[in-house]
């Protein structure tokens, strides 16, 4: 019978190096988490944080900050917008150059504001074609009459007169922002003799 | 005593003793991979304490406007891979016909937004622009095929109570923290994928080949963590703070004040997939029967 | 890709390898109870395949965990699930069973072939004789005493085979029925359909294997012991199509919410695979082979329908073994494949065809599966299960059989009629 029991002391060797080898490699940690994993949720949390918050933001850019908090586009975050703002922080607060180009900005305004079928009737929307129409088939991008960081409804907005020569396009009288009444009947080619010393109103 | 019964038993004790000589060489071995966190002094961590805090993910389906910037700010805060299939957070578009065909479509993910025409935007839905050419406008439609009804539905892992995902897992590569996040822990994931099966909900993926990866490990299984790194610092995950019409709400239930406890408290709330007994952690708002 | 896909499921996660891995494992499950009906339940007939069925089923056992390994994303933290399984995953149940029954089946061939060994240890010389002499353990003399007891534990181990290897394959089967997420896969039947068509496999694997080992070596076939391999087939064949008919019907009939994707699946993307190469080239068909061959007819000595001569009875079913080889091939194809083209959206399908090289290509799973057969051939070298020498093992080489008149051995036990279960004639 002696081969049957070198044969159980073979495979009793087999079995104690199998858990030799387990034991060396096993941590047990915290039951409810499971074996070898006390570490992980510390890992996990201590990953970097990427996405920054928009109050950093107002460490240099204050006054626009400011004109931001109190318009309607205050749940958009900085990054919503500008992408990943990280590294520009970085470096900026170190002091060296640091920008921040604003790639396909005409396509971001539309990303949440054209007219898609599903969006709430009472988010506001555009249909692109019909908004160009309304303004006369003028404006080339959004932020000529909106002012991303206060886009109001109707825009606020400094008028720089380049790119604008159609003043009735928009204050005409059925326009959507008319000309108020005592300046009824006047034409285009008025409009510049009073409203053309520097940009603004 | 019989010789062969005296070998026996020396072959017995000899087995024994050996057996006892090595399993005390086990003490002469350092313990497992040590903390690396530790090492470096997380103390936020240090100060956090998983089970006094119950977490709670509510999304509202009837704000979301499919803008996918909740897709995109998660890819950025987490380095996930930008690669289509890799989604930890995606919008759905719903658009249901006249005659009652559900039509549903992710473009990406819905990362880049959906199209403006009304097309079901295959393969990246980039919205027309203002110096683009105008969109056509939308080709006149069969009076049955026209859409009725449309919504967005923003999805994510659900965190689930009883994760099919952890118990499946062979090696218990993923598993429940004490205060309910779903993990995996990526250094022992041997990428067999049961986990993505297991979930009802198509919230894992794994990691491909590319530059960049949430932890650095490739060919393992991935998913959304609720920015763990964030939550236990106190912030918000990442989708929540780049929603910009609040549609995703995250907070903690045992705050009385906290948005969540109140929306939970005054709205009827529903699950996705609830017959599997999974019992999802995100709760939504607004869901409509022809949603899985 | 038709309809919608979660953005997640673009890609089709378990690939043509985790097809195989079944199909494998299942050959062994099916493989190891074919040896143990003989040292078991003594069914005589089966004598000629006991020996070959035990190498088989090693052979396709030591390569079952090759595939698997393959498809992993990481394949080198494999071993972790040896050690640090977690218990809940019928997955991680695969090392312990594998592990489990490798050694088992490796001490039954050991036991079995014991007296082989010692003979070839005495007259081989070299290195061979060194690895009968290692293989033998250092005890070089067949005791009375040592084959009793070899006896007695073969008839142990082949008794506990049995139902480890209802686990071996049961586990596969419950891994996929356990997934709640996949209408196609959920369901209690699975590891019982799994184990019978791993059954019925397994058997038309050793029936092929036989008739073509026995065609390379020159020597006869023993047509009563093909016929009973034939009878068990078609009882277990029987049986699987019961449960897998049983399983689309109860989904039909109950029409879930999920029926429609399931009903999407199969009508536009499993016509070919589950309509016409597993239902009816793998099933349908050899069951009709099978009934007209191995069913007795009342008059003693004929078949029913009809008398064939044993050539043709072999051949005959031969061709059934294989098509049931491909059916089950196929069927493994089309739940793991098949489930996975079911978006869990149940909105969508999607569609896969596995690459021609790479790790997980259709090369890749032709070399996993020739691999078992150059493993067998080594072993059937070293220790043949054919003309077997050394002392205490007291049967001599199969003779030609008698010429017989009839397919069938005649007896009185109508049902009975040449199962095996009847004692040969002058034992």
């Known amino acids: 019978m002696s081969h049957l029991v070198r044969a159980g002391l073979l495979l009793v060797v087999v079995v104690m190096g199998f858990w030799y080898a387990k034991s060396l490699t096993s941590v047990v940690s915290v039951e409810f988490i499971g074996i070898t994993h006390a570490d992980n949720p510390r890992e996990w949390a201590g990953r970097a944080v990427n996405n920054q918050d928009s109050a950093i933001c107002t460490e240099c850019h204050n006054p626009l900050n400011t004109s931001w908090q109190g318009s309607a586009h205050v749940p958009v975050t900085c990054e919503d917008c500008h992408g990943t703002t990280k590294n520009h922080i970085v470096k900026a607060r170190a002091g060296q150059s640091a920008p921040l180009p604003l790639v396909d900005a005409h396509d971001l305004c539309l990303t949440c504001h054209a007219k898609v079928p599903g969006r709430p009737a009472s988010f506001p929307q555009v249909e692109p074609a019909q908004h160009i129409e309304l303004l006369g088939g003028a404006p080339a991008s959004c932020t000529l009459c909106?002012?991303?960081?206060?886009?109001?409804?109707?825009?606020?907005?400094?008028?720089?007169?380049?790119?604008?020569?159609?003043?009735?396009?928009?204050?005409?009288?059925?326009?959507w922002k008319p000309l108020p009444p005592d300046h009824a009947k006047r034409t285009q080619e008025t409009c510049l003799t009073c409203h053309r010393s520097k940009e603004g109103r | 005593m019989d010789a062969s019964r005296r070998r026996f038993i020396k072959l017995g004790a000899h087995a024994v003793f050996g057996g006892l000589f090595v399993y005390t060489l086990r003490g002469l071995v350092p313990p497992g991979s040590p903390s690396t966190a530790s090492a470096r002094g997380d103390t936020a961590y240090d100060q956090y304490r998983p089970t006094d805090h119950e977490w709670a993910f509510i999304v509202d389906s009837t704000k979301c406007i499919g803008c996918g910037r909740c897709a995109r700010a998660c890819k950025q805060e987490n380095n996930v891979p930008m690669e289509p299939s890799c989604n930890r957070t995606w919008v759905e578009r719903y658009r249901i016909t006249r005659e009652d065909v559900v039509l549903v479509d992710s473009p990406d993910g819905g990362i880049n937004g959906f199209p403006s025409d009304g097309s079901s935007g295959e393969g990246g839905g980039s919205n027309s622009s203002l110096t683009r050419n105008a969109p056509a406008k939308p080709q006149a439609r069969k009076r049955e095929e026209e859409v009725v009804k449309s919504f967005f539905v923003p999805k994510l892992c659900n965190q689930c109570e009883r994760p099919p995902c952890v118990q499946v897992c062979p090696v218990g590569a993923t598993y429940k923290t004490l205060d309910g996040v779903v993990l995996v822990n990526q250094k022992r994931c041997i990428g067999c994928r049961y986990c993505i099966q297991a979930c009802p909900y198509g919230a894992r993926y794994l990691v491909p080949d590319a530059e960049v990866t949430p932890t650095g490990q490739k060919h393992v299984a991935d998913k959304c963590t609720w920015c763990y790194h964030r939550i236990t610092r106190g912030l918000l995950p990442a989708c929540v703070e780049a929603c910009p019409v609040g549609a995703r709400t995250f907070g903690d239930l045992r705050d009385p004040d906290s948005a969540v406890r109140r929306i939970l408290d005054e709205h009827r709330i529903d699950v996705l997939k609830p017959d599997l007994g999974t019992r999802p952690r995100v709760k939504y708002i607004g869901l409509d029967e022809a949603v899985v | 890709m038709d309809g919608y896909l979660y953005p997640n499921e673009a890609e089709v996660q378990w690939s043509l390898l985790i097809v195989l891995y079944p199909f494998i494992t299942g050959l062994v499950a099916g493989a190891f109870v074919v040896s143990s009906l003989y040292h078991v339940f003594n069914i005589k007939a089966l004598k000629p395949v006991a020996g070959l069925s035990l190498l088989t089923a090693l052979s396709f056992l030591l390569v079952a965990p090759l595939p698997l390994q393959a498809h992993l994303g990481r394949p080198e933290r494999a071993f972790e699930i040896f050690l640090t399984p977690n218990w809940t995953s019928a997955m991680a149940g695969f090392g312990f069973i594998w592990a489990m029954y490798t050694m088992l089946v490796i001490a039954e061939v050991w036991l079995v072939f014991r007296p082989d060994i010692i003979h070839y240890a005495h007259t081989t010389t070299g290195l061979k004789r060194l690895a009968y002499r290692v293989a033998s353990l250092g005890v070089l003399e067949m005791t009375e005493q040592g084959r009793r007891a070899d006896e007695r534990l073969i008839k142990v181990l082949a008794t506990a085979g049995i139902p480890a290897?209802?686990?071996?394959?049961?586990?596969?089967?419950?891994?996929?029925?356990?997934?709640?997420?996949?209408?196609?896969?959920?369901?209690?039947?699975?590891?019982?359909?799994?184990?019978?068509?791993?059954?019925?496999?397994?058997?038309?694997?050793?029936?092929?294997?036989?008739?073509?080992?026995?065609?390379?070596?020159?020597?006869?076939?023993?047509?009563?012991?093909?016929?009973?391999?034939?009878?068990?087939?078609?009882?277990?064949?029987?049986?699987?199509?019961?449960?897998?008919?049983?399983?689309?019907?109860?989904?039909?009939?109950?029409?879930?919410?999920?029926?429609?994707?399931?009903?999407?699946l199969i009508s536009e993307r499993l016509m070919v695979s589950y309509v016409g190469i597993q239902a009816i080239l793998g099933s349908l068909v050899p069951l009709a082979i099978l009934l007209v061959l191995a069913i007795p007819g009342p008059v003693p000595g004929k078949g029913w329908l009809y008398t064939f001569r044993d050539v043709t009875a072999t051949r005959l079913t031969a061709l059934a073994a294989l098509l049931v080889m491909v059916g089950v091939f196929a069927m493994r194809w089309n739940v793991v494949i098949g489930g996975q083209l079911v978006s869990k959206s149940m909105r969508g399908i999607s569609s896969y065809t596995p690459p021609l090289g790479g790790r997980e290509g259709v090369l890749a799973a032709l070399v996993f599966f020739m691999l078992p057969f150059y493993i067998f051939a080594i072993v059937t070298r070293l220790i043949p299960p054919w003309d077997r020498p050394g002392p205490g093992h007291g049967e001599p080489p199969p003779q030609p059989p008698e010429p017989d008149p009839s397919p069938f051995p005649v007896t009185t036990h109508f049902g009975l009629q040449g199962s095996g279960w009847e004692q040969e004639a002058g034992e």
């Open chain 1, 146 to 175: 909106h002012n991303p960081h206060n886009p109001g409804l109707p825009p606020e907005f400094t008028h720089s007169l380049e790119g604008r020569s159609a003043c009735l396009a928009c204050h005409g009288p059925d326009q």
């Open chain 3, 165 to 264: 290897a209802c686990v071996l394959h049961g586990y596969v089967g419950f891994l996929f029925g356990s997934i709640k997420a996949n209408p196609w896969w959920s369901t209690p039947l699975m590891p019982v359909i799994f184990l019978m068509s791993a059954i019925v496999s397994g058997i038309s694997l050793l029936i092929l294997t036989y008739v073509v080992v026995s065609v390379l070596r020159g020597k006869p076939i023993d047509h009563a012991c093909v016929q009973s391999l034939a009878r068990w087939m078609l009882g277990f064949l029987l049986v699987d199509l019961a449960l897998e008919g049983l399983e689309l019907l109860s989904m039909f009939y109950e029409g879930e919410d999920t029926w429609p994707a399931v009903q999407r």
